[in-house]
């Protein structure tokens, strides 16, 4: 009876050490924690439209050290100052600790390549930029954030205590790490914008837009001055608002206006005499050259820029064709570019205003109340250079999730603006412009061009006293055949009035070149 006792006791205290155990693995099961170290965030991409990405291209590499002997002695003799204390710190809380900008070989850490969204300057108007939080702040990174926003962190998850130190001898994970094949495929061309980037080197305020003159695909755009994203509170503060997208901005044009005019049909045979000015009501206007172009038909105007031809001929015309026709052409309203993005503060005479001949004169050589962008005179040069016709830009190709694309952009319908035999005309006119007129520093050996210059009053004077002028070149190239149309816009030119014209021979020059690629998407 003893013996039976004894092992009926025995068998009984086994028992409830086995229930011990067992209860103390599923405790430690229950108290079994996860820590993430996010290390940055993913964001779709925005591709230029031969698939080259022009955001999250480049990376940084971003080592996440575990807690452990070996790190904190590594660490001790790696890192000085602030980043030492903070590093060993952590590590010697039983924490992971995050060291960007720096690649460490060493037991226990893990280097995580991720992608950065900081705009280098490269594309930087049309891009924008995002915040902290890798939402969209300004550009197409705002503008379609609908489209590049993920909740998706890059992250390091490690097996923890329940007082959140890092467990050792579990390995963690990485989460998040992969490329985004998500995004948007722009018009833009790299390979134009690199162009377009290099031949402002010298522009100190302005702006270049290039577009396909078939299509009005925009495949190059840039304002001056950028921004500097490393001291945003420096632009912010800078007169020269860097910020301002002078692409999509409004301004003067001047003589880039006087083809618009000249389209009109049944004036062609219009001569007159230019003595360097001439009266209308109690207002002198003169002409850029005072002493006068003598007798000049219409091309000879458009090719020496003779302002006198233009009020006369605005004045025989009438207000009503002008003005319908400067409608037909898109003067005076914004024009949308893709959501989100418009050029702003176009304006154009009200019918009325040009009931006054002095208004009508003004309007006839692009001054006055007149504004407009850049990207807006994109589409008079591209009607003259193909057949009369023209298409609003568009800046969109495509949305892409996943590596599929799920949404496509067409181009915009064509409007026919002048006839093709005006259009001709007026083709030989802008060539000439360059051969012989008032372009010639666009002339180039290698590409022919076709275009016209333009230096608009603003009616501001600077801080001693000088009126501001704007120039401008507008063209396309090469001429016989065009396939792109280029904006140039200098503002506050004093004393740089042809570089508007070298500029848009650099651009002309460099397209030209068999090293650009034309690889497509």
Known sequence: MVFVFIMVMFLVCSARIVSINNDSRVQAGINQHYINVNIASNRGRIFDCNGNALTGEKYQNVAVITP??????????????????????????????????????????????????????????????TDSSMHGVSGLEKALDKYLYSDEKISVKYAAKANGEVLSGIEPEVFGDRLSTSGVITTIDRNVQTVIENSAT???????????????KIRGMLSRPTFNLSDINESIDSEDSPFLNRALSSYNVGSAFKPLVASINGYEGFVTECNGSTVIGKNTFFCHDHSGHGRVNMGEAIINSCNTYFYRFSLSVGK???????????????KTLCDGISTIGETIPDRKSLESNSALANFSIGQGSLLASPVTMLSLYSAIACDGEYRLPILLEAVMENATVTDTFDINPATKAMSKEKASMLKGYLKEVVTKGTGRNAFSEQVEVAGKTATAQT????????????????????????????????????????????????????????????STF
């Not at 003799?77 to 590590?91: R, W």
């Not at 801080?463 to 070149?473: A, L, Y």
Request: charged share 25%; aromatic share 12%.
């Open 320 to 334: 009503d064709k002008i003005y319908e026709t400067a409608t037909l052409f898109g003067f005076g309203y914004n």
């Open 202 to 216: 010298q522009l100190e305020k302005g702006a270049i837009v290039v577009s396909e003159c078939k299509t009005g």
């Open 459 to 518: 009616g501001w004077k600077d801080e001693n006293g000088n009126f501001k002028e704007h120039s401008w070149f507008c063209g396309f190239f090469p001429a016989d055949n065009p396939e792109y149309t280029v904006v140039v816009l200098v503002e506050d030119s004093a004393n740089t009035k042809d570089s508007a014209t070298g500029i848009f021979r650099e651009i002309a020059e460099g397209l030209s070149s068999n090293s650009v690629d034309k």
């Open 68 to 129: 452990n002997p070996q790190t904190v002695m590594y660490c001790s003799t790696a890192f000085f100052g602030e980043e030492k204390i903070s590093v060993l710190g952590k590590l010697k809380n039983g924490k992971p600790a995050v060291v960007k900008d720096r690649e460490i070989s060493c037991a226990g850490v893990i280097n995580v390549k991720v992608p950065l969204w900081e705009n280098d300057g490269f594309c930087a108007h049309i891009l924008g930029y």
